[in-house]
């Protein structure tokens, strides 16, 4: 597939594989997108890596063709960042999908649930925060196994939905809106011990409490403001 995509350049070291279906200026709202990604992580994490291969496509077919993913993902991160470029929230996205290759990039791959809850936050989404999944969440999480340790890409959509969701929650949650928090979880991930949040971590136990994970809810209903 590489041999029939066009080759662009981004800076010294970023390769750029462009759908040849798309116009020959396609890439170039793209590298806007990439670089206000690097902007944004380093404001929100202070960390920095290497460029990745990154790959534009014209719509979910192709995207979704090249790898093991559910019919309703538009972008994702295996090593090389790819998304589909014609989407109003392309820019959204790619922020998304750097904040995985950078936390990557530096060693911190789980759990689950604080990888893509802290892209959702850096990527500024909101579109999670509706009543009905909140209510939904609350009520009936999923298992703490399946947060630490699925690959929500993979998940069934209407599951993939609620694993977002829920780990956007559990990182709101547990930031409150401190961004020197979202750099300790972020901290945490990396160390490999036990208070790096996984299932035997005090404060992650307290905040699973259903009472406390009732008001924290409750919190993230009234408070819909994105972290920053």
Known sequence: MVSHFRHETWGDAGRLYVDPRLPDDAHLPLLDHLEHAEREVFYG???????PDVFA????DLLTAAACTNR????????????????????????????????????MLGPAWAQEGIAMVIARETWWLDPARLEQVRDAPMPLQVM?????????????????VQAASMVRCFVRGDGARLRRLMDAMGTGEEAALGGSSDELAQLLEPSTWESCIDYLMRDMAPLR
């Open 45 to 51: 994490l202070e960390l920095k890596a290497e460029r």
């Open 148 to 164: 630490e340790q699925a690959v929500p890409y993979t998940l069934r959509t209407d599951d993939a939905l609620m694993f977002y």
């Open 72 to 107: 309703g993902v538009v972008a994702f991160y295996d090593g090389a960042l790819h998304v589909v470029t014609t989407r109003a929230d392309t820019r959204t996205s790619v922020v998304h999908e750097y904040t995985h290759h950078v936390l990557m990039s530096h060693g």
């Open 57 to 60: 496509y014209l719509d979910t």
